[in-house]
């Protein structure tokens, strides 16, 4: 027989003690921790070796990086290994070595990582789950558990296919080793099949500052020419090199520069005895085309200070730059759009309203690069001023109708260039769907430039994508107008638009094809194209095609090669995802996902998985610290439950391996998870855990919440303060806050009749919701009477601590 459910009153009451015990418990855990890191003071861990080694090898480049770390403390403590990898490149492979064992990551679809990582935990092994966030996939942070005086070493290989921008090869490394390192040392070693033309290895670069000296070169870096085709760069300051470059330590980019003879084969194919070939197209003879260029520039209130005098800056230069071949206008928006014109006054201007009047005619804002024109941009330039809104829809249409009334060649490339530093009044969703048809017919290459942190990077890559062109961020420093001016060089100069690459009939396996459609082929770019060839293929005949000119056969240089394959695979990887980036597509991701799992390629499809087996002795719970030493004295208490293993999305969550007993309901709504001083972490044995800045990927059996911007609805619904939704049929608009305390959180019921509190939206994204506006009215809730909130289940872990 069935007990009686307990009174509300003595339910309450029940609560109630429960959560007194709780946030006691926290207390105490909170005092004893801080007593212990004021008691103990541990070294740090000693890097005493980190290589990097990269071979690049037409083109490709894999790079292995080997760290080295010993715990010299007396007490087991948890190390970190932490890279940062180029934007564009691939994760192949992950070593943890410890104890004379190595433990090597293999590869799994996202989902599949997500689940055997779970049960590793579970299982009390340690276990690293290396996979990239979609938002910010160049960072990775992996932790393991290591006993005193014992040491451990990292191998993480990554592989990239380098970009030819401005006329070069650029190859990136970067190095926060986060101290003096007795062996540091970077190898580079390159091999073409063309002659090497220029190698140039700049100053190591300390921030995200772009250096106005471009041609420094690096004092430390040796440089060595085996043969014309053949580089070796090498890199190994001293500690005392390596003090007088930062006294903490060396944390900055290496950067090796270099290109090959175009000259002696512009139309270069290789070709490997499995039958893959690569085709790289960059002719260096072709004249500039006469090109339309329409700059596009947020002038919102979010602008407003050193933002808008670097844009100024920024534009000055870039107007500078222009060609006399060039047309070109500017269109700025806040509230509206503003198109500028010659025929404007020409003065300062206090408000949106005080702007000059638009041309009667669209066709007269499209005007030829003459000094009169340049000088005239340049007064409205430097006029600027922020304030209002973002009106980019506005502005984007009013792009397109002007640039359809003045520029009087079709065939001639249209560029368009938009820069932005927030979100779009009236939400992204319809500005992909509005702008890409219209641009159907005319085809203008579209590149998007997100300024500050504030950008959707993610919707403008996605809205440069679906138009022909690529996205950039712009980071908000000193250097940032410098930043913009280089950008604009990449595109400044258009030789061909509408390439497109064909092969012989029969010639090649058709589906094997990568992209052999490009929009606009730049000065001092690279088109490449790979494939494989069918069998008993005599000779390739490509033939390259771009408007505005005649066809262009160029004679095609074919070579042998020992490598290709693994190039075809990671270029068609990259392009598969960067279209279902634009316009998503589940047979496309599928295709990637099988592509990258038989390469071994992390990606926002797949995930590595390193499980280390709990074969060693158990961490000392009462001396077991994070990166300060921090410990429990006495140990935990047996009523938390059992095995503990850190959770890798925040540095101050433990997340338990088994949970706590239902009837303890501790504070955050979260029976999993327990607030901890920051980098504090606890295991009761060991462990490994992942961190990928900024996004989560340890996940210990309980539902998690996202970050806000997975909601895909919300673009559509939302500004940046304020969101409007639709209940029993009536429009109900509500604030929407990020980052906002929450002081008191009510009670509130789930859906499916659980118990729940009621946070801010931010704080509660959870994963059935994001996609759908009806998933999520059942969970709406009003925190503080004008906020809109979520009910968020009493089971579910939090968002990300910062």
Known sequence: MEAAAPSRPVADSMRTWEAVVAAALVAVFALTLAAAEDALEYPPPDVYSLHVVSHVRNRYAKTVVTSRVANTASVSREISFDAVLPETAFISGFVIEMDGKAYEAYMKGKEEAREEYQQAVQAGQGAAHVQLSARDSNVVSVSVNVESQKKVTFNLTYEELLQRELGAYHLRINLNPGQIVNDLS??????????????????????????????????????????????????????????????????????????????????????????????????????????????????????????????????VSILDELSPRDNFTLITFSYGSRVWWPGGENKTYTSWYDWPKEPENDADAVVPATPENVASAKNFVRGLHAGGGTAMHDALDTALRVSKAGVSRPDAPLVMVLLTDGLPNGGPEAILQDYTAANMERRAALFTLAFGEDADFGFLRK????????????????????????????????????VNFTYGDGQVEE??????????????????????????????????????????????????????????????????????????????????????????????????????????????????????????????????????????????????????????SLPLCC???????????????????????????????QPQTLNISEITWLGGVSNSS????????????????????????????????????????????????????????????????SYVGACCPDNTVPPMIT
């Open 186 to 315: 970077v190898e580079v070693h390159i091999n073409e099949t063309s002659d090497i033309t220029l190698l140039e290895v700049p100053s190591l670069q300390q921030s995200n500052d772009v250096s106005d000296e471009e041609n420094s070169t690096n004092p430390l870096a040796h440089m060595e020419r085996p043969s014309p085709t053949t580089a070796v760069v090498r890199w190994s300051p001293s500690r005392e090199e390596q003090a007088a470059l930062r006294v903490e330590g060396v944390q900055g980019q290496l950067l090796v520069r270099y290109d090959v003879d175009h000259a002696a084969s512009p139309n270069q194919i290789l070709v490997t005895d499995d039958g893959y070939f690569v085709h790289f197209y960059s002719p260096p003879d072709l004249p500039p085309l006469e090109k339309y260029i329409v700059f596009v520039l947020d002038v919102s209130g979010s602008m407003s200070g050193h933002k808008i005098e670097q844009l100024r800056q920024a534009m």
């Open 463 to 498: 809205l440069a994508l679906r138009n022909g062109g690529f996205g950039r961020r712009i980071y908000e420093a000193a250097d940032a107008h410098l930043q913009l001016r280089n950008f604009y060089r990449q595109v400044a100069s258009p030789l061909l638009s509408s």
């Open 511 to 664: 589906k094997t094809l990568t992209q052999t459609k490009f929009p606009t082929f730049f000065r001092g770019s690279e088109l490449v194209v790979s494939g494989r060839l069918r069998p008993v293929v005599p000779q390739l005949e490509p033939v390259v095609v771009g408007e505005g000119r005649q066809r262009y056969r160029s004679p095609a240089r074919l070579q042998k090669a020992s490598s290709g394959e693994r190039l075809w695979a990671f270029l068609t990887v990259r392009q598969l995802l960067d279209m279902d980036a634009a316009t998503p597509n589940q047979t496309l991701k599928d295709r990637a996902k099988d592509i990258a799992l038989k390469y071994s390629f992390v990606t926002p499809v797949t995930s590595l998985v390193v499980v280390k087996p709990n074969d060693t002795s158990a961490v000392d719970l009462k001396r077991a610290g994070g990166n300060r030493g921090g410990y429990f004295p006495n140990g935990l208490p047996a009523s938390l439950g059992g095995a503990f293993a850190t959770s890798g999305f925040s540095p101050n969550i433990l997340a338990l391996a088994r949970p706590v007993p239902s009837r303890l």
């Open 671 to 701: 029976s999993p998870a327990l607030v901890l001083p920051e980098a504090v972490k606890v295991s009761s044995g060991p462990y490994v855990t992942t961190t990928l800045h900024p996004g989560v990927v340890a996940f210990v059996g």
């Open 722 to 785: 304020h969101v409007t939704l639709e209940v029993n049929g009536t429009a109900e608009t509500y604030e929407l806050a990020f980052n906002k305390t929450e002081s008191q959180l009510e009670e509130c019921a789930t859906p499916d009749g659980g118990h729940g509190q009621c946070r801010h939206l931010a704080n509660c994204v959870l994963p059935n919701f994001t996609d759908s506006l009806d998933d999520f009215l059942p969970y709406l809730c009003v925190v503080d009477g």
